[in-house]
Structures are given as C-alpha cells and as structure tokens.
C-alpha cells in the first residue's frame, strides 16, 4: 500500500464503529448502515472475553454501552449476549438489521457480515490496551483471522481489506511480527489527562504522573511513525489541526493517513485540502454526500 493507490479521486471514507450516528456503536445495525450508505471500509474496536472470544466493543467496561457493568474482560461471551447493547441510543432499529438479541458482535460474526456486502470492503481493527491479557489479544485476532482464511502477505479475506490499529506501541511491535508493516496503523493524537486516565485506565495515578505517561505516549508513537516503522498514520483531528509541520513530514514522507473521528463538513474540507487519504467517521453517508460534491 502505498501513496499511490490513494490518488487521483476522493478520500477513503471508514464507518466508525459502524454508522455510529444513526445506531448503537459496534452493532449489527450501524455495520449494515454502513454498507448501505456506500462506507469504502468500516472500523472496530476489539476486546478479549473471561473465555477468549474476540467481542466488538470500544470501552473496557460494560455500563456506557449496554445494560451490564464491570469490565468485559471479566465476562463470558455467553453472558454479553445476555445483554441489551443498543436500545441506550434510543433509534429504532429496522427489522431487516436484527432485533436487539441480534446487535452484539464477535469478530467472526463481523467478518460474515462483511462478507455478505457484494463489493469489496475496507476493515480497520482497533486492538484495546491496557487489556489484562496484554498481547495475548493480538495473538487471538491474529489466529482467528488465519482460521477464517485471512493471508497476511495481502492482509486480505475474500473481499475484505484488512488493517490493523492501536495507540499501544508494544501492540503495533507485536503486530508487526506477523502484518507487514503497509496494513499496520499508528494511532496518536493529544490527549488531555482526563482521557488518557479513560483510555489507558490510570485513575490511580496522580494527575503530573499521568501527564508524564500522555508525554511519553505521544513521542514513543511519533517516533514510529518517523521512522517508518509503519506505514498508516493514524492521528485525530486535533492533532491535524495542532501539529501541521509533523503531519506535512509524515505526507512528505509517504505515510497514508486515517484520520478520525471526522463528523462536520469544515473538517472534512480540511482533510481534503491536506490531501488525507482516509477519513474515519460517525457519519459515513454524510460525509461520503460532501466529498462527492466537491471532487
């Protein structure tokens, strides 16, 4: 994958956990939106079980997303299935995508929905850390994705294009002994203390002490991204908009961009006139309406 494949046309445009604006995040109705709407590719977070199924959620815990609590690592998937994971967004969900026992997903439960989208398709993976599995998540996906009939030289099933995402650097190292580094992502972005305490789990530090980790965090993934270790750059629209000089060397430099979260026509505009490659977003038939006006 290179720069090359991206030009000339419009950016790639990626479901954030599915059509997440119209329905319930990482459900099987946002996912079936997204193809409707004519997503390029779609984007998922992942999250191992108490018995290690690969289920589709972005937050650690339970409680904002489903009518559970407590850490999804502690339950069995037969237990999450128990659970409503989308009547909290409150949209009627139509009856070809389901009733709501239908919604929650694994991986594989994912990749047979895709399949079913009669083109090809674009699929990001986002693998969650701190995960008190630690890398034994990256071995599950990985292994799970082989059995499936995944190639990684290609990084491809069937129609399906596949990429790999995290914030964790040690993630994106054990990745790369397995995905070539085209198919791999560097997520970065500025976070404040307070969302790095939500993303990294570090409520029991202090607020200089997380700080000090935020800091550390950030250079460690500018620093793959610099050296090409891998090929996807995957920073959010703050950091665009903060950090022109760094993202015009990573341009210079060929790395292609996935840019999220991306939801209003001003930052579309800006990711076009930057000349990203990917945009990530809650609104896929939005944003795909915008680009295809102005191309």
């Known amino acids: 994958m290179t720069s090359d494949d991206f030009a000339p046309g419009r950016p790639k445009v990626y479901a954030h956990r599915g059509a997440s604006a119209a329905y319930a995040e990482h ?7 997204a193809i409707a709407d004519g997503a390029d590719g779609v984007e998922c977070d992942v999250h191992l079980t108490r018995d290690q199924h690969v289920v589709l959620l972005h937050d650690a815990d339970l409680d904002r997303t489903s009518t559970g609590t407590g850490p999804v690592a502690e339950h069995t998937l037969e237990e999450l299935r128990s ?8 949209a009627r969900i139509p009856e070809a995508y389901g009733g709501v026992s239908d919604q929650f997903l694994t991986l594989p439960e994912l990749l047979d929905i895709l399949r079913g989208a009669g083109r090809e398709i674009g699929l990001a993976i986002e693998l969650k850390h701190p995960s008190p599995y630690r ?23 069937e129609n399906i294009r596949i990429s790999f995402m995290s914030f964790d650097t040690d993630s994106v190292q054990r990745l790369l002994r397995s995905v070539p580094k085209e198919y791999i992502c560097q997520l970065v972005d500025d976070f404040t203390v ?13 607020g200089s002490a997380v700080a000090n980790v935020m800091r550390a965090t950030q250079l460690e993934a500018e620093r793959v ?14 950091y665009i908009r903060e950090h022109a000089r760094t993202i015009q060397r ?18 579309v505009a800006l990711c076009q006139g930057l000349g990203i490659h990917e945009i990530t977003t809650n609104k896929p038939a939005q944003v ?8």
């Open 27 to 33: 459900t099987r109705a946002a996912y079936l939106q």
């Open 225 to 238: 991204l610099d050296e090409g270790e891998v090929v996807i750059a995957g920073p959010g629209i703050d």
């Open 250 to 267: 990573w341009l210079d430099a060929g790395r292609i961009f996935r840019v999220w979260t991306v939801d209003s026509e001003k930052d």
């Open 194 to 206: 307070k969302e790095l305490r939500e993303e990294l789990g570090l409520g029991f530090l202090t």
């Open 288 to 295: 795909l309406k915008q680009l295809m006006v102005s191309s």
């Open 83 to 90: 659970l409503d994971f989308s009547s909290w967004k409150g």
């Open 135 to 157: 890398l034994k998540l990256e071995d599950r996906v990985l292994a799970l994705l082989e059995e499936e009939g995944w190639t990684p030289e290609e990084s491809r099933l």
